[in-house]
C-alpha cells in the first residue's frame, strides 16, 4: 500500500504536464570565497535526471560532490548556471540527523506533518513507511535504541514521507559497516524500483556507484568537471561481487585515479 501511494506521488497528480527532468543542471558553476582567496568548485556542470533514473555522481574526496547535491536541493546557490527540479527534493544524508528526542516513528510523523499531512492519517502512514524499510513495529524505539544500519532506514522512511519525485542522497551508508551497506543497497534497490522515484546519490565508492545507478557520472577534482559518465545495463537486482559490477568498477576506477593524479594529492 505504501508503495502504490508513493508511485502516485512521484507519477505526479493527473493532468500535470509531462515533467522530463526530475532534475535540470545547466551550466553551473560555484566559487567560494575563503582565507586563501576564490576557490573555485565546480566548473561548468550540466547534467540532467529523467524522472524515475538512478544516476550515481561520483568523485575523490573534496572534489565537490556535496556542494552540488547542496546547490540542486537549494541549500545555498550557484555562482553561475541555473538548476530546476521537479518539486522540492528530499535529502539524506551520511549523519542520520534523526532528533534524538524523537522515537523512530515521531521523527516520520514530524515529515509527514510539515507536508500537510492530516493529524489522524500520520501514524498509519509512518508504519507503512517504517515497514517499507522493513522496521515494521520500531515505531516506538528511540534513536539511540537504533543500530546505524536501523538509523539509516528511519531517515530513509523519513525521505520517503516528504512524498518528494527526487531524492538526493549524500554518501548516506558511508558509515556503515560493509555488510550494512550491502543490505540497504539492496533495501534502496527495490524501494527505487518499486516506486517511481528518481535518486541522486552521491558516493567515492566506485563499487557502490555501480551496483546502485543506471548512469554513473564522474566528477574530476580542482574544480569539478564531468570528467566521463557510465550507463550502467548490469540487470538489477546486482550483487556488489557481480563480476560485472566488478569489471566496470576496474574500468572507472582506472579513470578516477587517472582525474586524483592530474589534480593533485588526496
Ligand atoms: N561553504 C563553503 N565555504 C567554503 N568552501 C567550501 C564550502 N563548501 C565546500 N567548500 C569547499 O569546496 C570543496 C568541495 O567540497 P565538497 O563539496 O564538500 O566535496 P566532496 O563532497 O566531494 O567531498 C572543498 O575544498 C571544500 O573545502
Ligand atoms: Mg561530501
Request: charged share 25%.
Amino acid at each position: 500500500m505504501a508503495t502504490s501511494t508513493l508511485a502516485k506521488a512521484a507519477e505526479g497528480g493527473a493532468g500535470t504536464a509531462t515533467v522530463r527532468h526530475a532534475a535540470r543542471i545547466e551550466h553551473v558553476s560555484k566559487s567560494f570565497n575563503g582565507p586563501a582567496g576564490q576557490q573555485h568548485v565546480l566548473d561548468d556542470i550540466s547534467l540532467d535526471v529523467a524522472p524515475g533514473e538512478f544516476v550515481t555522481l561520483l568523485g575523490a574526496s573534496g572534489c565537490g560532490k556535496s556542494t552540488l547535491l547542496n546547490l540542486v536541493a537549494g541549500l545555498d546557490a550557484p555562482s553561475s548556471g541555473s538548476i530546476t527540479t521537479d518539486g522540492r527534493p528530499a535529502l539524506m544524508f551520511q549523519e542520520h540527523a534523526l532528533f534524538p528526542w524523537l522515537t523512530a516513528g515521531k521523527n516520520i510523523e514530524l515529515a509527514l506533518k510539515l507536508r500537510g499531512v492530516p493529524k489522524n492519517e500520520r501514524r498509519g502512514r509512518a508504519e507503512e513507511l517504517l515497514e517499507l524499510v522493513r522496521l515494521g513495529g520500531a515505531h516506538g524505539k528511540r534513536v539511540h535504541e537504533l543500530s546505524g544500519g536501523m538509523r539509516q532506514r528511519v531517515a530513509l522512511a523519513r525521505a520517503l514521507a516528504q512524498e518528494s519525485k527526487l531524492l538526493l542522497m549524500d554518501e548516506p551508508f558511508a558509515a556503515l559497516d560493509a555488510i550494512t551497506r550491502d543490505v540497504l543497497h539492496d533495501e534502496l534497490t527495490r524501494i527505487w524500483r518499486e516506486t517511481n522515484l528518481s535518486v541522486l546519490f552521491v558516493t567515492h565508492n566506485v563499487r557502490e556507484a555501480v551496483r546502485l545507478a543506471e548512469r554513473v557520472v564522474l566528477l574530476s577534482s580542482r574544480p569539478g568537471r564531468i570528467a566521463r559518465e557510465w550507463r550502467v545495463d548490469i540487470p538489477q537486482p546486482r550483487r556488489i561481487e557481480d563480476t560485472a559490477v566488478a569489471e566496470l568498477s576496474v574500468e572507472i576506477t582506472e579513470q578516477l585515479r587517472g582525474e586524483i593524479r592530474r589534480h593533485g594529492q588526496h
